[in-house]
């Protein structure tokens, strides 16, 4: 009878320990993106089922400046300027899922712990030397081939596995944010993981990366689930 009873104990143990957990996770989308603040020019839009949309505004006013021709530096620096959504709160140690879905050719990002707020990508043109990826950290979101990060790498530090990422379809994004390692799962699998810069931030806000003019990317299912004791 009392190894019928821990048995039961023991099941019982198994079924509840999966609700407790799922009830840490914090849900970042909302309808009025109440968590995120928008950085640049970039449209954000929440779909009804709750997929958000991110593209550009195309001021085209910003290409031609005072003139009326524009030269080949003028459109590339005008191209490359990004628009980013960052979450209004930063967060220590974490785990974050999301599921993304990006047009191919396609590129886009997650950053993480960049005290910038990408405030030097933002302008025109940009400093590529100072964006998020060079403050913090930036995982890599992109479509086509012969890149030499693709989708899931730590951008200048760790190349992810190819291969993984399922073109023109929706895939998962799981990013392991800990003081000591920095882990990143693309469609369940581990495809890349890194130690950190000692010299970075520990801590830091999200954000969502419109890499350029052209670009768009949607996501969905975004929710974090925070460490006892982080900020």
């Known amino acids: 009878m009392k190894s019928l009873r821990l048995l039961l104990a023991l099941a019982c143990l198994s079924f509840l320990t999966p609700l407790l957990g799922a009830a840490e996770w914090q849900k970042l989308i909302t309808p009025k993106l109440d968590?995120?603040?928008?950085?640049?020019?970039?449209?954000?839009?929440?779909?009804?089922?709750?997929?958000?949309?991110g593209y550009r505004r195309l001021v085209v006013d910003n290409l031609f400046g005072s003139g009326e021709t524009v030269t080949k530096q003028q459109f590339e620096d005008w191209l490359g300027v990004q628009s980013w959504l960052y979450t209004k709160k930063e967060y220590g140690e974490y785990d974050l899922h999301l599921e993304y879905w990006v047009r191919d050719p396609g590129n886009s990002g997650i950053s993480i712990r960049d005290p910038?707020?990408?405030?030097?990508a933002l302008t025109q043109?940009?400093?590529y030397t100072k964006t998020p990826a060079h403050h913090g950290?930036?995982?890599?979101?992109?479509?086509?081939?012969?890149?030499?990060?693709?989708?899931?790498?730590?951008?200048?530090?760790?190349s992810a596995k190819e291969g993984v990422q399922k073109d023109g379809k929706w895939n998962s994004l799981d990013i392991e944010s800990r003081n000591d390692i920095i882990r990143i799962r693309l469609n369940g699998q581990v495809v890349a993981e890194h130690p950190g810069d000692p010299a970075r931030p520990k801590t830091g806000p999200i954000g969502l990366q419109?890499?350029?003019?052209?670009?768009?990317?949607?996501?969905?299912?975004i929710r974090i689930n925070e460490a006892p004791g982080s900020p």
């Open 210 to 221: 419109l890499h350029d003019q052209f670009n768009s990317i949607m996501f969905r299912d």
């Open 116 to 120: 910038t707020r990408a405030r030097y």
């Open 35 to 53: 968590h995120w603040e928008s950085l640049g020019d970039g449209l954000w839009r929440v779909t009804e089922d709750g997929t958000l949309i």
């Open 137 to 158: 950290y930036e995982i890599q979101i992109g479509a086509g081939r012969g890149t030499r990060y693709p989708s899931g790498s730590i951008y200048t530090f760790v």
């Open 125 to 127: 043109p940009a400093d």
